[in-house]
């Protein structure tokens, strides 16, 4: 009976020693080094998605409220914008490469001028804000044609040197 019990001891020793071992400190891991599990976004991440969304559905209430007090004949986009003065055309797609001389005018929705380029401009080169190349993408390239973009197909929440971040615009395009 003694020699079970000195066996006894050692054994539940080594059972508490592994035990609170797991219990110990470890070093973070980086996400990649988990098995399989995708990282959680932090607080701050989940917050700059939902400010986005909000903006984004901000942004959407204005362009319809511009549209009701800007009467002709709008068509909607896929992403977001709207595009007066030519119907976009599913059938009709031009290749990423393709070169336009355009004149973009972007103004504010109270009208004010923000920026008048003309240049030079590739398809798939973004060079353009998405909501002209996919209108570009899908038109007659003859055409002049008005861009109504929110904020987030436009310029973005970062702007330009003329733009600010989070604003939404009416781009005049003009096929030079």
């Known amino acids: 009976m003694k020699l079970l019990s000195t066996i006894h001891y050692p054994l539940s020793t080594i059972a508490l020693a592994i035990a609170l071992s797991a219990c110990a400190p470890q070093a973070p891991q980086r996400p ?4 399989g599990q995708q990282p959680e976004p932090d607080s701050l991440t989940l917050a700059m998605v939902e400010l986005h969304r909000r903006l984004a559905d901000a942004a959407d209430v204005e362009l ?10 709008w068509f ?5 914008s709207w ?12 290749p990423q490469n393709t070169l ?16 008048d380029v003309q240049g030079e401009y590739e398809l798939g080169k973004c060079q353009l804000p998405s909501s002209v190349e996919s209108t570009l993408h899908s038109t007659l390239s003859t055409l ?5 973009a929110p904020w987030y197909v436009a310029y973005g929440s970062q702007g330009n040197e003329f733009i600010d971040g989070y604003q939404n615009v009416t781009i005049e395009v003009y096929i030079l």
Request: hydrophobic share 30%.
């Open 100 to 115: 336009y001389s355009l004149r973009l005018v972007t103004r504010d929705l109270d009208g004010n001028l923000l920026s």
């Open 64 to 73: 319809n409220n511009y549209i009701r007090n800007h009467p002709g004949q």
């Open 83 to 94: 595009v007066m003065g030519v119907e976009p055309l599913s059938t009709i797609h031009h």
């Open 144 to 148: 002049n044609y008005i861009v109504l």
């Open 32 to 35: 990649s080094q988990r098995s």
């Open 76 to 80: 909607a986009q896929d992403d977001g």
